[in-house]
């Protein structure tokens, strides 16, 4: 390192800098229009602000929970922005979507609010984001049923991405029914083998009937065979339609024999009830028997508590209950069987007018209550592409299947990717219940008898109807079904009239796909 110099070297190097300096105040003039026009100085663009989207949610922990903490990297992924709008009852996402004006650029909703959103004019269609990705890894479009495809279809056109898959199924205690001395009992007392699980709803009430009361799992206290919400605004005719539906829906193949959509449940194809007829009659008389094996004021958290508690058999539920029996303080975990809610060995023909018996063939009708939440696009939304960004990064597959492994729980599996059991075993899942957990809920929504529930204006005011009759039944000494339903029949006529009765059927119409 130099530290002194002469005197000859410092005048060369002075000279040197003074070059230096007068070169780059040159440049710097020449340069200054040029700078001036590209907006140098307090001209300059500001920067591009992230863009931000507002996402409106119900916030309990298992709804909210899997999608919030996923928020942070799809931020990072995208540079998009999403501010969480949560709502402390589901009732406010509806509310906010009879309004003119919101501030919501993607709402978390029912799937059954979908006629309801398109009517007023709240939701775009995706379809013209999912032609153009339908390559797209992430969208991964041949990965989703046909029928999780036919949710988000309404009037020939996609109105949502479903993100969770709703349907009702059994949940047992496979260990109990697999316990010796009971199932030498059962025989005994019934005439055949205890079966594991029911496979028909008649199976289900003998051995529903047979374990109620007893103190099945040695703990000293009398156990419920079975459990099912019966409390008043508590989805009770959720859990009656899933008694009712393979009573009332024929087969497909006879459905189409009658040039009849898949899976007519609750109204003819013109809207006339069904719920006074002869099949669906049978279904309420079987609910009736289960209901009243209930704890009498079951709520729909009763249900899962119950079972997850070791103080149920069986219960017909949404998937809820699966991730439930993982949680600290669970009493059965690895104790759970899953699958499909059992069926009929007859059905009713409504076009023929007839009681059809199907024995020994077990005759399914899986019912999609409520169909599954699901994510929509706000019409008014200024910032749609990136909308329909967080839609299809929230529903990838890699995404979507942390969502509904996620241990909260408020999620269950729609893509064929979730059937992947060693993703499940990761979450805490012992391998043979994932499997049999997936499969029951992925059976419900490809089986050819599934019924798509109703996804109409006034959803709940037919509901509302329903729901009232089957209070008065439990509450009757002596059960008049037939009168009920014929007044439940006539209540649904009432409601179809006040939403007007051409409409109606439209939308009835574009529900099912149909010209």
Not at 115 to 123: K, M, P, R
Not at 295 to 301: D, F, G, I, V
Not at 478 to 501: F, K, L, R, Y
């Amino acid at each position: 390192m130099r530290v002194q110099t002469g005197s000859a070297e410092v005048s060369r190097a002075a000279a040197g800098a003074a070059r230096w300096c007068w070169r780059a105040l040159v440049t710097v003039l020449s340069l200054a229009p040029l700078l001036a026009g590209m907006g140098c100085g307090s001209d300059l663009p500001e920067p591009a602000k992230p863009v931000t989207i507002t996402l409106m949610i119900w916030n309990p922990d298992r709804i909210l929970g899997p999608i919030s903490s996923r928020i942070p990297r799809f931020t990072a992924k995208t540079g998009i922005k999403v501010k969480i709008k949560p709502v402390a009852q589901l009732g406010e996402i509806f509310a906010e979507s009879q309004s003119p004006v919101n501030d919501v650029d993607v709402a978390m909703g029912l799937n059954v609010w979908v006629g309801d959103f398109v009517n007023v004019g709240f939701i775009d269609s995706l379809d013209k984001y999912i032609k153009e990705d339908i390559d797209d890894p992430e969208l991964s479009w041949n990965t989703i049923p046909d029928f999780i495809k036919l949710k988000n279809s309404w009037g020939g056109r996609t109105y949502s991405m479903i993100c969770d898959n709703d349907n009702m199924f059994l949940i047992y205690r496979k260990d109990v029914l697999a316990n010796p001395t009971f199932r030498t009992a059962f025989a005994t007392e019934y005439k055949y083998e205890l079966p594991n699980p029911p496979t028909t709803i008649d199976e289900l009430i003998d051995v529903a009937t047979f374990f109620d009361g007893k103190d099945w799992d040695g703990d000293g206290i009398s156990e419920k065979g079975f459990v099912i919400s019966r409390a008043p605004n508590e989805l009770m005719y959720w859990y009656a339609l899933g008694l009712t539906a393979p009573y009332t829906v024929m087969p497909s193949a006879v459905a189409a024999s009658h040039n009849l959509p898949r899976g007519l449940f609750m109204f003819k194809l013109d809207m006339t009830p069904l719920v006074n007829t002869p099949g669906f009659k049978i279904g309420i008389d079987k609910w009736l028997r289960l209901a009243r094996l209930a704890t009498p004021e079951a709520k729909r958290q009763t249900v899962i508590d119950q079972v997850v508690h070791g103080e149920a058999l069986m219960a017909i539920d949404w998937g809820d209950t699966g991730p439930a029996a993982l949680a600290p303080g669970s009493q059965v975990r690895g104790k759970l069987g899953f699958a499909l809610t059992p069926g009929t060995k007859s059905y009713y023909d409504w076009v023929k007018g007839v009681m059809v018996d199907t024995s020994p063939v077990v005759h399914r009708a899986p019912m999609h209550q409520a169909n599954g939440f699901a994510f929509f696009m706000t019409s008014t939304s200024r910032h749609k592409p990136e909308v329909w960004k967080f839609i299809k990064y929230m529903n990838s597959p890699e995404v979507s299947m942390g969502i509904v492994t996620d241990p909260r729980g408020g999620y269950q599996p729609w893509r064929t990717t979730h059937g992947d059991v060693a993703k499940w075993v990761e979450a805490g899942w012992q391998q043979e219940d994932a499997s049999a957990y997936v499969d029951a809920i992925l059976k419900s929504a490809t089986h050819e008898n599934a019924s798509l529930d109703l996804r109409i204006p006034g959803i709940f005011d037919y509901g509302a109807a329903l729901e009232k009759r089957l209070l008065r039944l439990l509450n009757m000494p002596t059960a008049d079904i037939n009168g009920e339903m014929n007044a439940c029949a006539a209540d649904m006529v009432s409601v179809t009239n006040a939403n007007q009765p051409d409409s109606q059927r439209a939308a009835y119409h574009s529900h099912l796909g149909v010209p």
